[in-house]
């Protein structure tokens, strides 16, 4: 049955209204820019609590920034590491100060 002003493509748009304020970077770029400026892993909620409060004017969940984490994670743009039942995440460079160490030079023969 057909309803005038209920078609599906207007109902898509109602649903996609919501953006991001126009004064702020993506979310994405503070929360990789945040953890970039850390010395030690964070969670997710302490990552999410700094956010809002350097930016009060925009509505920051921490299950948005813990799904913002994990994408970066799945972008290799930063790294998971478990304690417990605790997920704390850093980035690349600063979890794995072993790795940026030059490689062992081979012996001669």
């Known amino acids: 049955m057909f309803t005038p002003g209920r078609s599906s493509g207007q109902r ?3 649903k996609t209204t919501a953006a991001p304020p126009p004064t702020g970077a993506a979310l994405v770029d503070l929360v990789r820019d945040h953890l970039a400026g850390q010395h030690e892993p964070r969670a997710a909620a302490e990552v ?10 925009r509505e920051i969940k921490a ?12 972008k290799n743009q930063a790294q998971r590491t478990k ?4 997920v704390f995440y850093t980035t ?5 100060p072993a790795a940026q160490a030059e490689p062992a030079a081979p012996q001669p023969a």
Do not use: F
Not at 48 to 57: G, Y
């Open 92 to 96: 690349p460079e600063t979890s794995e």
């Open 83 to 86: 304690q417990g039942r605790s």
């Open 48 to 57: 999410a609590t700094a956010l809002e409060q350097q930016h009060p004017d």
């Open 63 to 74: 299950k948005i920034v813990r799904l913002t984490l994990e994408g970066l994670v799945a």
């Open 12 to 14: 898509a748009a109602k």
